[in-house]
């Protein structure tokens, strides 16, 4: 199935494991200008790097599906609060967005077309079958272009005020050799907003995950991932389902 603001792959099934990548195309619609140099589109501040294609493998696999986003984040940023102005983003990690530079109507326009339809969608695709586990799947550029630090970490866990999954998945990370964050590179009490709507408000067990995007920027790496984090989110639904 697919939407101008979603794209759902795979069957979801009664207990299985939904993946949802808010971050997961770099699509501009036509009619779109954002104003930006078109290699932008290839970096972080446009899509996360990787989860499309690790999210549509695991889709594969029997009791998985995949939920993404169908547009760039520059174009309409679902893992945001409807009322902030980074819902529709000015600048990104240095990088002026002037097409984005709406008045009221335009704005409100951007969030009738994407925004909405796609938190709708994927709110009924939850109630329509409700998975064991949700896992959300994002990535993170190994340095922003704004600071001089280095991010480490293999993988990121991330959640705000829910952390059962969290705390199962953390140790199975670690056993795999990884060097694991937990809230980091930063935390999901911060940044979990779409979580946080469709998981902690109804107390559904969800996984937030962040990968290097060096490590799944090819499709050994993508392949690699979409193995562990299968395996790994089965053992997280089974664990907290006891």
């Avoid at 979603?6 to 069957?11: N, Q, S």
């Avoid at 077309?113 to 009924?124: E, G, M």
Wanted: charged share 20%; proline share 7%.
């Amino acid at each position: 199935m697919e939407h101008d603001a979603f794209r759902l792959i795979g069957t979801p099934r009664f207990g299985g494991i939904l993946v949802v990548s808010d971050h997961a195309s770099n699509r501009v619609p036509a009619d779109i200008d954002l104003g930006i140099a078109l290699e932008i589109l290839t970096q972080h501040v446009a899509i996360d790097i990787g989860v499309g294609p690790i999210g549509a493998a695991m889709a594969q696999r029997p009791g998985v599906a995949a939920f993404q986003g169908n547009v760039s984040r520059l174009v309409c940023d679902f893992n945001r609060d409807e009322h902030l102005p980074t819902v529709v983003p000015i600048a990104s990690d240095g990088h002026a967005v002037p097409g984005n530079a709406l008045d009221h109507a335009g704005h409100e326009a951007r969030l009738a077309r994407f925004f909405r339809p796609y938190h709708d969608a994927l709110a009924a695709t939850i109630e329509a079958a409700p998975p064991a586990l949700i896992l959300s799947l994002h990535s993170f550029t190994p340095r922003l272009a704004t600071s001089e630090h280095p991010r480490p970490w293999h993988v990121g866990v991330l959640y705000n005020e829910d952390e059962r999954a969290a705390r199962v998945a953390i140790p199975l990370l670690e056993a795999e050799g990884l060097i694991v964050g937990d809230q980091q590179p930063y935390s999901g009490k911060l940044l979990n907003a779409t979580m946080n709507r469709h998981a902690e408000a109804d107390g559904r067990p969800y996984l937030g995950i962040e990968i290097r995007q060096d490590l799944i920027g090819h499709a050994e790496g993508q392949a690699e991932w979409a193995e562990r984090l299968w395996r790994i989110a089965n053992r997280v639904a089974i664990a907290i389902d006891e």
